[in-house]
């Protein structure tokens, strides 16, 4: 019997990386494949197995998302509140990351951890309470301001290890040359962190478009954003699955469009200050 070669073990490596590359690839891509499918199909052909692949399609439910359940309500109100969120966060945590990253404040860098760690729903029923009181609840102000409790120590946690990785040489010298620290940070540092900037702001972009339990709480008819809209189309004597998989595309396909076409930064985002030295 001849010995296994090495072109022969690097051959089996290689089959059994892509085999289970491959398992990883449909159990993660079939299910969203599968709603892209079903969004054009009747609520008839979606349960008849032999059509599973092989059926006529109809735009009609994309048409009743927009016309019949008027989605382009809940779409305009989770884009508000994502957007505005989202600048807001940027706004804050941007410079609080730079601030922590740079002075070593552990205390506050902790207590914002914190805050990351705590599930975003053990705040719900103070934050109800609180708007109650003030007569802000089911506002885009009571949604932006839950938001942004998430949204972030996200931001924070994602700048710091990148502020980390940049030299104090580089805001050293341009304050030697007449900058002040802010302009040092908004004219050398803020251009030099995009990627962190673009992974941090796509992940909380995405966090709070995909929402749920706040607009399903603190949102009301007028607020109501596309994650808690998608109940419109379960009512007490059907489930209109064919309308429920054609919003669900509406919602998700912006989020992989934006990941696809921004996917290097974020990936050099996500890596940066992993590897110091």
Avoid at 32 to 51: A, P, Q, R
């Amino acid at each position: 019997m001849r010995p296994i070669t090495k072109e022969t073990k690097t051959a089996i490596r290689s089959i059994g990386f892509y085999f289970i590359l491959a398992l990883i690839l449909i159990w993660t891509i079939f299910p969203f494949l599968y709603m892209v499918i079903s969004s054009f199909k009747t609520n008839v052909d979606l349960f008849n197995m032999d059509k599973l692949f092989v059926f006529k399609p109809t735009l009609k439910n994309y048409i009743d998302v927009f016309t019949l359940y008027n989605f382009a309500r809940p779409l305009e109100n989770t884009v508000i509140v994502t957007c505005v969120s989202t600048v807001l966060c940027l706004l804050l945590g941007v410079p609080a990351a730079y601030s922590i990253a740079r002075f070593k404040q552990r205390f506050f860098s902790t207590v914002i951890l914190a805050v990351r760690i705590i599930p975003g729903i053990a705040f719900l029923v103070p934050w109800y309470v609180i708007f109650t009181k003030l007569g802000m609840n089911g506002s885009y102000v009571s949604l932006i301001l839950c938001h942004m409790l998430i949204g972030l120590p996200m931001i924070v946690w994602v700048m710091i290890p990148y502020f980390e990785k940049l030299p104090r040489d580089l805001e050293e010298s341009a304050m030697v040359d007449g900058c002040t620290r802010l302009d040092a940070f908004l004219k050398i540092m803020l251009p030099l962190s995009v990627p962190g900037l673009i992974t941090a702001t796509l992940l909380t972009f995405i966090g709070s478009w995909n929402n749920f339990i706040f607009g399903l709480i603190l949102g009301t008819s007028k607020t109501q954003p596309l994650p808690v809209a998608v109940f419109s189309f379960i009512s007490y004597t059907e489930v209109n699955w064919g309308g429920m998989m054609a919003a669900s595309v509406v919602i998700t396909l912006p989020i992989i469009v934006i990941c696809m076409l921004l996917q290097k930064y974020i990936i050099s985002g996500l890596t940066a200050g992993a590897v110091k030295g």
